[in-house]
């Protein structure tokens, strides 16, 4: 089921409030998934973003 921009918001929140580490990043005029339009001049920063992400979550 996808969640809206909302929905995330809040469960970012929830989390936050028991002790879980978040990272909530937004980009404007995007979905879930967008990034996969390499031709969208965001999809770059979303690519690079996505990817420090998960360097920071792999590296302890």
Same mark, same amino acid.
């Given at each position: 089921?996808?969640?809206?921009?909302?929905?995330?918001?809040?469960?970012?929140?929830?989390?936050?409030?028991?002790?879980?580490?978040?990272?909530?990043?937004?980009? %404007?005029?995007?979905?879930? /998934?967008?990034?996969?339009? &390499?031709?969208?001049?965001? =999809? %770059?920063?979303?690519?690079? /973003?996505?990817?420090?992400? &998960?360097?920071?979550?792999? =590296?302890?």
């Amino acid at each position: 089921m996808a969640r809206s921009r909302d929905q995330n918001i809040q469960c970012a929140l929830r989390l936050l409030e028991v002790g879980v580490s978040v990272e909530q990043h937004q980009w %404007p005029c995007t979905f879930h /998934g967008s990034q996969t339009f &390499l031709s969208a001049e965001i =999809s %770059p920063r979303q690519i690079a /973003g996505l990817g420090a992400i &998960l360097r920071r979550g792999s =590296s302890g």
